[in-house]
């Protein structure tokens, strides 16, 4: 083989090896899974309102709600059908979903009388 075409197929042979230890698809090999995107909204509960980091999400979105009680009584979460546990001041829960598709989602602190005070809204889905 001269010279030329063995350096030119040591090269392509370098590249590959590289690509494959890097997780791409030069091995031959299948690829690697893709994670599913993942979004973290952190809700702050108070008397009587929620804070959202976020207000809006794509669908297909696995969303973690991190809810952070800064209230002086307890408090919780209902979304999607999924309510978090009451949490007292200073504490934390968290309620995963992910929203399959588009609309608009309900949200409100389950507590009697809590969302009348205004722990509730909406949360969009595009």
């Known amino acids: 083989m001269p010279n030329s075409i063995l350096r030119t197929v040591t ?3 370098v590249v590959g090896a590289v690509l494959a230890s890097a997780g791409g ?4 090999g299948p690829a690697a899974p893709r994670q599913a995107a993942k979004t973290v909204i952190t809700v ?7 804070t959202f980091s976020r207000t809006s999400v794509k669908h297909g979105t696995t969303v973690v709600f991190h809810l952070v009680n800064k209230g002086a009584v307890g408090h919780n ?5 999924k309510v978090t546990k009451l949490i007292e001041h200073a504490k ?7 929203f399959a598709k588009a609309g608009t ?7 009697p009388g809590h969302a009348a005070s205004g722990m509730k809204g909406k949360l969009k889905v595009t």
Do not use: E
Not at 25 to 28: H, R
Not at 77 to 81: C, E, F, Q, S, T
Not at 105 to 111: A, E, Q, S
């Open 25 to 28: 698809v030069a091995s031959g």
């Open 44 to 50: 702050t509960a108070r008397d009587f309102r929620f």
């Open 11 to 13: 090269a392509l042979t």
């Open 77 to 81: 979460l209902k979304l999607g059908g």
């Open 105 to 111: 989602y309900t949200y409100l602190c389950t507590v």
């Open 92 to 98: 934390t829960a968290d309620l995963t979903l992910k």
